[in-house]
């Protein structure tokens, strides 16, 4: 059951431009989500979140937008560099679930120089 | 910067076997979570933990899952008697009060025999 789609297995992007990475969602229940980045060998690190009563968060170079009518949300970076190389997951949350998170299956960004 | 710890970083273990995975949480978070990733696949939801007891567990926590909090600072995870698809990356997680975002833990290995 596949409640959070990231359908881009992988995505290429030179330094310096945006990286864009899609999630979507099928469960309107959802309240909260959230993105996480992967390193090979380490846990997900806690990159950004937004709750569904905002359609945008910023923090640095990275951006959430979310568009509940859609069911969609997408991470920006911008400038993207070298080190944001990694998998990152989309995760959401719906309300009374003990915070559970459900994840999609990731999308892999290579940053090039 | 305070981090989740767990140990081992790799458990190997015959079909049958008892395993008990460890993990240090974050020391003034209130909510603990087990999730794991088997190869290939997203990460999935086991199961939070908060005040001493369960408050969300997914399908996949039958009856030979436990979770323990046996003194202030561990949270374990038990398998009571591991079988062949329990293969995977388990991952603990520990969030603040009332709050979605969840530290990650590098992970635990498994692999069943």
């Known amino acids: 059951d596949q409640q959070v789609k990231q359908n881009s297995p992988s995505l290429s992007v030179q330094e310096g431009r945006i990286s864009i990475l899609n999630c979507d969602y099928t469960n309107s229940m959802f309240d909260y989500f959230l993105w996480y980045k992967k390193y090979p060998a380490e846990g997900p690190t806690f990159l950004i979140s937004?709750?569904?009563?905002?359609d945008k968060n910023e923090d640095g170079r990275f951006t959430v937008f979310l568009n509940k009518s859609a069911k969609h949300l997408s991470l920006h970076i911008v400038p993207s560099q070298p080190g944001d190389s990694a998998v990152y997951f989309c995760a959401a949350s719906p309300p009374d679930s003990g915070y559970a998170l459900n994840f999609g299956k990731g999308t892999s960004l290579l940053v090039t120089p | 910067e305070p981090e989740v710890t767990q140990t081992p970083s790799h458990q190997v273990t015959q079909m049958g076997q008892e395993v008990i995975l460890r993990c240090v949480p974050i020391?003034?978070?209130?909510?603990f979570y087990w999730y794991r990733q088997i190869l290939g696949q997203k990460v999935e939801f086991l199961v939070s933990f908060y005040n001493n007891e369960i408050s969300e567990k997914s399908e996949i926590f039958d009856d030979q899952f436990s979770v323990e909090r046996p003194d202030g600072s561990n949270f374990t995870l038990k398998i009571r008697s591991t079988k062949l698809e329990d293969s995977a990356m388990y991952f603990c997680?520990?969030?603040?009060?009332?709050?979605?975002?969840?530290?990650f833990g590098p992970g635990t290995r498994l692999t069943v025999l």
């Open positions: 020391s003034n978070h209130l909510y």
């Open positions: 937004i709750s569904s009563i905002k």
């Open positions: 997680a520990s969030s603040a009060g009332g709050v979605h975002e969840q530290f």
